[in-house]
């Protein structure tokens, strides 16, 4: 560690900065969250005693698979005039049903906060709307289900703070990332280093005897210091 100081000073500040300068680059990113209520209705009597009535929590989960399906996705962007792929659109959107509760959270990111608003409420109304459509086609089957109630507690408002970078965690996480990095090559460098440094270990590992130390001599300015034959009086000669 000591002979390898600088490395291990200097990888971690490195690091950080370079975490820091790409935190600063990337554009913000916002988080815009809507929170459902899934009521689910009880299911009518069924003639058939194999098939099980659906958990609430199979209910919420369905509709939070349907929340990304594509259908759904090209709807809502066709209304806000997006020329995003479904595909793309997903991955801004993630539907998380919370635990014990009919809840479903709906988060949507964005560059623009605006924009991840009404993607996050539009996206529920839509859903809404469509699992309206679906009850009313199932009404005349037989052992179908009332119709579920899907209520927004909590609509999507204009975040004023973006959820990431983050840029203190990023370089806090670089600077300890370096410095890990640091003391494992100092370790490496130090366990294929094959120099001999001491009189002991020349003895030991070569069985040889030192037999004199030539010492460095830094050469003066405009001479060449590294050829003692060209000063036979020189220390080094």
Not at 140 to 157: F, I, K, W, Y
Request: glycine residues 4%.
């Amino acid at each position: 560690i000591r002979s390898r100081l600088w490395m291990i000073v200097v990888c971690p500040i490195v690091a950080a900065l370079v975490a820091g300068i790409v935190s600063f680059l990337l554009p913000p990113v916002y988080e815009a969250q809507v929170s459902l209520l899934v009521r689910p209705a009880q299911p009518l009597a069924s003639t058939d005693p194999t098939v099980a009535a659906l958990t609430a929590d199979q209910i919420s989960r369905t509709y939070a698979s349907l929340m990304t399906q594509r259908p759904l996705l090209q709807s809502v962007s066709s209304e806000l005039g997006l020329s995003i792929r479904p595909e793309d659109l997903a991955k801004e959107i993630t539907v998380t049903p919370e635990p014990n509760t009919t809840i479903l959270d709906v988060a949507v990111k964005d560059t623009n906060p605006a924009l991840a608003r009404d993607l996050a409420n539009r996206l529920t109304a839509a859903l809404i709307a469509e699992v309206k459509g679906f009850e009313q086609q199932e009404t005349s089957l037989p052992n179908s289900r009332t119709g579920d109630n899907l209520l927004v507690v909590s609509p999507a408002v204009l975040p004023d703070r973006p959820v990431s970078p983050n840029k203190t965690l990023n370089v806090a996480i670089a600077f300890a990332a370096g410095l890990l990095l640091a003391l494992g090559l100092a370790f490496l460098l130090d366990y294929l280093d094959q120099s001999i440094k001491t009189d002991e270990e020349l003895t030991e590992r070569l069985g040889l005897i030192s037999m004199g130390h030539l010492s460095f001599v830094p050469s003066g300015k405009g001479k060449r210091g590294e050829l003692v034959a060209l000063d036979a009086q020189s220390h080094a000669s």
